[in-house]
């Protein structure tokens, strides 16, 4: 058991930090939609926006998620969304990893119905979240303008948030930010020889 000197100590050292913690929430007044960045080498940019999406479900808001590299291959969270009808729009416009299609040509026709698509949505003033998935993928293979991107999310409704996910987000885009996260690769199945799983990857 704690001794009444520890208690104490304690006591004091954490009304100080709920004093400078309250003061700091004073100084937070403003509310708005937020640009956020999931990229990074680690695993679990998408997994992140899917929570974001589900808390947005909960307080009865609308999101459309467009996926820009998943399209050829059933996914979980797909299956899921597809279920909450009205108050959620899923739409995958991929054509898989570009290793996989080799053609540039055929990568940027995808990438632009899935632009096209994901403009529509934060055009919807009833949608409050807007999920681009994998998008800095197909910035970083040059499928889509990078600056097309950018002036869209400087431009957007004052209420709407996005997220873009994918590993090696541009510059620009960081820059046009307001959350950005990193996730750092510590240790990976893959790497083990482990293939991606239901349920885990997809």
Not at 7 to 32: F, L, N, Q, Y
Not at 125 to 143: C, F, K, P, W
Request: contains cysteine.
């Amino acid at each position: 058991m704690s001794g009444s000197d520890d208690v104490e100590r304690h006591k004091s050292k954490m009304e100080k930090k709920k004093a400078a913690r309250d003061k700091i929430m004073a100084a937070k007044t403003d509310a708005r939609g937020l640009v956020i960045v999931h990229t990074g080498k680690g695993k679990g940019k998408s997994t992140a926006a899917w929570g974001m999406a589900l808390r947005m479900l909960g307080y009865g808001r609308r999101v459309g998620i467009v996926q820009f590299v998943k399209g050829k291959w059933d996914t979980g969270e797909r299956v899921v969304f597809e279920k909450f009808g009205d108050q959620c729009t899923i739409e995958a416009h991929g054509e898989g990893f570009s290793w996989e299609s080799q053609d540039l040509d055929r990568d940027k026709a995808a990438a632009m119905r899935a632009w096209d698509a994901a403009t529509k949505m934060m055009a919807d003033e009833t949608v409050s979240l807007v999920i681009m998935d994998e998008i800095n993928i197909a910035l970083r293979y040059g499928q889509l303008d990078a600056a097309m991107v950018v002036e869209a999310l400087k431009s957007k409704r004052k209420d709407l948030h996005v997220v873009l996910t994918g590993r090696n987000a541009l510059d620009e885009v960081i820059d046009a930010a307001d959350l950005v996260t990193e996730m750092t690769l510590v240790k990976h199945p893959f790497r083990s020889g482990i293939k991606a799983q239901e349920g885990i990857e997809f």
